[in-house]
């Protein structure tokens, strides 16, 4: 049973720059990840709601910093980038925006880095990993679209991408929005990082 009740999850607010965000409140989920990755879907999945965050196939639909709510924590869906088909103006505008947002003054308690598990990750992935590693951000890479491969292909890039991305097991969980697969891994994350370990806590062996 999970701790945050998600069937509260509401919309907030959307934002076109960083400084339009009021400061935080509460605990913070941020999402990050290449457009088209399942970030939105994936968000849906948590909260158990289709229709909530705009999702769709073409890449570049979330254009905004989208605040939702549920159970007094904050998620956060970012745009994504890299979708190359899209103006200069515009991914310099999403870059901007992710850039402010990351460097800005929050509580990031968690950020899940998404990266979809079919692929190597790109240029921009390794980038993204590198810039949450260096600036010490407490973050979790959930690989996307599992669905899309059979058993035995999942467990190859799972190794493959975790090798490549130099994380430690407990820091890359494999998923599906259209399964659920995974989701309550990244729950169970969620509240350790949101909820402190009043509960959770195993405590050290002695
Ligand atoms: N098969 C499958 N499709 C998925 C999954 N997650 C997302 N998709 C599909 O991938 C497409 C993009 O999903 P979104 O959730 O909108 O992706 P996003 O990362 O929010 O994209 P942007 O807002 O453009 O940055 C949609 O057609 C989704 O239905 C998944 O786990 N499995
Ligand atoms: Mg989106």
């Keep these: 049973m999970s701790q ?5 999850a ?5 934002y076109g720059a960083t400084s339009q965000i009021p400061p935080s409140t509460c605990p913070e989920v941020s999402f990050v990840g290449r457009s088209n990755v399942g970030k939105s879907s994936i968000m849906n ?9 705009k999702v769709s196939s073409t890449p570049g639909k979330t254009a905004n910093i989208n605040f939702f709510e549920a159970d007094g924590i904050h998620f956060v869906d970012l745009p994504g980038y890299g979708f ?7 991914r310099q505008r999403w870059a901007q925006l992710i850039g402010d947002y990351l460097e ?3 509580s990031f308690n968690l950020v899940v880095s998404l990266v979809d598990i079919r692929h190597d990750p790109s240029k921009l992935d390794f980038n993204m990993i590198e810039y949450l590693r260096e600036n010490e951000f407490n973050f979790v890479v959930c690989l996307t679209k599992a669905d899309k491969l059979g058993k035995g292909q999942q467990a190859k890039q799972l190794a493959n991408i975790r090798k490549q991305l130099q994380l430690d097991p407990e820091d890359i969980i494999v998923t599906s929005s259209q399964t659920g697969a995974g989701i309550d891994a990244l729950k169970r994350r969620i509240e350790e990082d949101c909820l402190g370990d009043e509960d959770g806590y195993e405590g050290e062996e002695e």
Excluded at 10 to 14: D, E, G, L
Excluded at 84 to 90: F, I
């Design 4 to 8: 945050i009740n998600y069937n509260l």
């Design 10 to 14: 509401k919309f907030i607010a959307s």
């Design 45 to 53: 999945k948590l909260f158990n709601r289709k229709g909530l965050v």
């Design 84 to 90: 190359a088909q899209r103006s200069k103006a515009e």
């Design 104 to 106: 800005s003054e929050r």
